[in-house]
């Protein structure tokens, strides 16, 4: 689904997506944080989590400073993310780098408002900011679930 002639980038879903970002700010007990930024077009992102004991998400919070198709992206996120299996979290973000990267199909099921990003893989530079809300839920994930020993504070600020 790239962008056809007519059709925006930034079109209207998105540009809605993008001034509604439920979750947005900071948990109060986060299990883990991450900030994660797109050096290439400057988009901040930081993101806490929280997991249950069946490895699902309890909860969710970010702060975004992006672009709207960066927002966009943390805007579905946010509102689907929550009671999700981490390892769905994993699948999505390697099914939103191979819809960008490759061409590939966009997420389906719970997650099919992410298909409203498809047109971006026809801008490589708009990439980053698109997955950097999967790149600080993977981070906090590989802290929680791989690394769980490691204090929140001491996770913070990785890039």
Same mark, same amino acid.
């Given at each position: 689904?790239?962008?056809?002639?007519?059709?925006?980038?930034?079109?209207?879903?998105?540009?809605?997506?993008?001034?509604?970002?439920?979750?947005?700010?900071?948990? !109060?007990?986060? %299990? $883990? =944080? &991450?900030?994660?930024?797109? #050096?290439?077009?400057?988009? /901040?992102?930081?993101? @806490? *989590?929280?997991?249950?004991?069946?490895?699902?998400?309890?909860?969710?919070?970010?702060?975004?400073?992006?672009? !709207?198709?960066? %927002? $966009? =992206? &943390?805007?579905?996120?946010? #509102?689907?993310?929550?009671? /999700?299996?981490?390892? @769905? *979290?994993?699948?999505?973000?390697?099914?939103?780098?191979?819809?960008?990267?490759?061409?590939?199909?966009?997420? !389906?099921?719970?997650?099919?408002?992410?298909?409203?990003?498809?047109?971006?893989?026809?801008?490589?530079?708009?990439?980053?900011?698109?997955?950097?809300?999967?790149?600080?839920?993977?981070?906090?994930?590989?802290?929680?679930?791989?690394?769980?020993?490691?204090?929140?504070?001491?996770?913070?600020?990785?890039?």
């Amino acid at each position: 689904m790239s962008v056809q002639a007519g059709e925006e980038l930034y079109n209207a879903h998105i540009l809605a997506l993008a001034g509604d970002m439920p979750r947005a700010g900071r948990l !109060a007990h986060p %299990q $883990a =944080a &991450a900030d994660v930024e797109s #050096r290439l077009c400057g988009s /901040r992102m930081h993101v @806490e *989590l929280s997991l249950t004991k069946e490895a699902r998400i309890a909860d969710f919070a970010h702060e975004t400073e992006a672009c !709207a198709l960066g %927002q $966009a =992206a &943390a805007s579905i996120v946010a #509102r689907t993310i929550v009671g /999700r299996p981490a390892a @769905e *979290l994993r699948a999505v973000s390697a099914r939103m780098r191979a819809m960008l990267e490759e061409g590939g199909p966009p997420p !389906a099921g719970v997650w099919r408002s992410l298909r409203l990003l498809a047109g971006v893989r026809d801008y490589p530079m708009r990439h980053g900011s698109v997955m950097l809300v999967f790149r600080g839920v993977e981070a906090c994930l590989q802290q929680i679930l791989d690394q769980p020993s490691k204090p929140v504070e001491e996770n913070m600020g990785q890039k």
